[in-house]
């Protein structure tokens, strides 16, 4: 079961806004299949790679369009923790 944390639903929800100031169409198609490649993680939680600044095996990314969908693989869930630019300065303090 993929779960999404409030951080996570924060930044699909930013990251819909900022592209529904050009077009309301796209931001809803990005942050649609932003969250159905998610989804798809409850089947296969191991297919992203590991995340270098973190350095941790269960805390993985999956790409999509610019952005990366950090993750968490636990025994009995995936915790989405966060959506994020690739091109953003990230460091491992700013997951929740």
């Known amino acids: 079961m993929v779960i999404w944390s409030h ?3 924060a930044d699909l929800k930013h990251i819909h806004d900022f592209i529904a100031e050009d077009s309301r169409h796209y931001a809803k198609k990005v942050a ?3 969250r159905e490649k998610a989804d798809s993680l409850s089947e296969l939680p191991s297919i992203g790679k590991a995340v ?3 350095g941790k095996p269960y805390i993985r990314e999956l790409p999509i369009y610019s952005y990366r969908i950090i993750y968490e693989v636990t025994d009995q ?3 989405v ?3 994020i630019h690739k091109r953003r300065d990230f460091k ?3 997951l929740p």
């Open 81 to 83: 923790l966060a959506v």
């Open 77 to 79: 869930h995936i915790y």
């Open 52 to 54: 270098a600044e973190i």
């Open 7 to 9: 951080p996570a639903k």
């Open 32 to 34: 649609q299949e932003i």
């Open 92 to 94: 491992a303090e700013d």
